[in-house]
């Protein structure tokens, strides 16, 4: 079994950054996958970023490149997400998710595809 705690949400300002953080606990070895997801009012769950933990690949949605960075420590067993450059259109629930990398498709960063997930924590961007 895997468990999943996010943090690190809160309010910023447009243009500035927040890091998250997904504690992991349980059965994550090196072979699964961590992936960000987030959830705006009134919309669809979706994907933001991914790493796969046997190789360090990462992969991230258009709307973020460039802004968000995807990464680990392997001695916290936590996965980050550092958000630079917010904007407004960033705000939503940020959840991590775990999924074992045997027959996932990482690029599509599709939700439906993973099993575990975290709570949730809310990222707001507003002046």
């Known amino acids: 079994q895997v468990q999943l705690v996010e943090s690190g949400g809160g309010l910023v300002q447009p243009g500035g950054s927040l890091r998250l953080s997904c504690a992991a606990s349980?059965?994550?070895?090196?072979?699964?996958?961590i992936g960000w997801f987030r959830q705006a009012p009134g919309k669809e769950r979706e994907g933001v970023s991914c790493i796969s933990l046997s190789d360090d690949s990462t992969y991230y949605a258009d709307s973020v490149k460039g802004r968000f960075t995807v990464s680990r420590d392997n001695a916290k067993n936590t996965v980050y997400l550092q958000m630079n450059s917010l904007k407004p259109e960033d705000t939503a629930v940020y959840y991590c998710a775990a999924e074992l990398l045997y027959g996932l498709y990482l690029e599509t960063l599709d939700p439906s595809e993973y099993r575990y997930w975290g709570q949730g924590t809310q990222v707001t961007v507003s002046s």
């Open positions: 349980g059965d994550i070895l090196d072979y699964y996958a």
